[in-house]
């Protein structure tokens, strides 16, 4: 259905369902709330619209120095 939608939008890349995690992540790290991110992507409990934050997974330079080689 996400295909079709963004085919008929005349959006060329290919995007899917999942493509939208990206965008409760941008919606977070601007600020938004997880009720509201929960609300937009239509999930039924906010524990849903977590395993959707990827804000946690970006690395900085202070993690990187922490290996020693």
Known sequence: ???RR????DI??????HTF???ITAYLKNGG??????V??????????QLYDRRSDEVNLD????ILI
Do not use: C, D, P
């Open 40 to 49: 937009i992507a239509n999930h039924s409990s906010t524990r849903t619209t």
């Open 63 to 66: 993690e990187i120095e922490r």
């Open 6 to 9: 963004a085919k008929a939008a």
């Open 1 to 3: 259905m996400v295909q």
């Open 21 to 23: 995690r990206a965008g």
């Open 33 to 38: 709330t997880l009720e509201r991110a929960a």
């Open 12 to 17: 060329a890349t290919r995007i899917g369902n």
